[in-house]
């Protein structure tokens, strides 16, 4: 029997207070600010997606990140060499590789292992060898899970995109889906994250998923921070995840 609820990690996405701050061409909102306030306010782990097209997090925040914050770093990236020499040269914590499309508002989905296996391999392979845990940002299905570990990526996270888009039982069936393909990456032994398009009114029957180690949630975030401040809003969200979490061991 279940006596105490696995632990469950959340790492915050600074990316918009950048988007906010480029909106004028200036240094304020400060990303690496918000990091330290997402900090004391009950996060693990900081996330920032360098965009080829720098349209919001830029190249010397990443240094700063890298320089002034003691929690893990997970840098998201596109697979392509000038993402990869970046995060050869950095060295953070994680990479998390996404796809990545210039037209796109947010990302629209997740990757295609097997269909990139030619081009994510030898990207993974160069990561792994410099220190960095490697992320797949995938959709929750099976076929992709299992070419995440043949790939050999030690982490994937899975897209809740569509899950946080559709309501009534689309919404109940992704919610089977996305439990049913953490509980398989963790039978392959693949550590399992989450996250995308997540707030206070959907995160909590994700967090119940007991084999997630990990939620990134960012937009929701820095959104709501406006009303309420940064502390404020993580805060909140802890204890959502929190609470979830504790009825894991109820249910069983």
Do not use: W
């Not at 632990?7 to 207070?17: A, K, S, T, Y």
């Not at 590789?97 to 296996?117: A, M, N, Q, S, Y």
């Not at 790939?151 to 919610?175: F, K, M, N, S």
């Not at 009303?227 to 995840?241: K, P, S």
């Amino acid at each position: 029997m279940i006596t105490e609820a696995p632990p469950l990690r959340l790492g915050i996405n600074i990316d918009h207070v950048a988007t906010i701050r480029n909106a004028r061409g200036i240094h304020t909102p400060d990303p690496v600010r918000a990091a330290h306030l997402a900090a004391k306010s009950g996060a693990d782990s900081i996330t920032a997606h360098l965009r080829e097209d720098r349209r919001h997090i830029a190249d010397e925040d990443i240094q700063r990140l890298t320089n002034e914050i003691d929690l893990p770093l997970n840098l998201e990236i596109a697979a392509t060499d000038e993402m990869l020499a970046i995060a050869l040269r950095h060295k953070p914590h994680a990479v998390c590789i996404v796809p990545e499309k210039r037209e796109e508002l947010t990302t629209e989905g997740g990757l295609d292992v097997i269909g990139g296996h030619n081009n994510l391999k030898p990207i993974i392979d160069q990561l792994n060898a410099n220190g960095s845990r490697v992320s797949l940002f995938i959709d929750p299905d099976l076929a992709q899970l299992d070419a995440a570990r043949s790939i050999g990526a030690p982490v994937v996270e899975l897209h809740t995109g569509r899950y946080c888009e559709v309501t009534g039982e689309e919404q109940d069936a992704e919610l089977v889906r996305l439990a049913l393909a953490a509980a398989h990456a963790e039978k392959i032994g693949l550590e399992c994250h989450a996250g995308h398009g997540l707030a206070y009114d959907t995160v909590e029957a994700v967090a119940e998923i007991p084999n997630l180690v990990e939620l990134n949630i960012g937009h929701f975030l820095i959104g709501e921070a406006i009303f309420v401040g940064l502390e404020n809003a993580v805060r909140r969200m802890r204890d959502h995840m929190d609470r979830a979490r504790a009825r894991i061991a109820l249910q069983n």
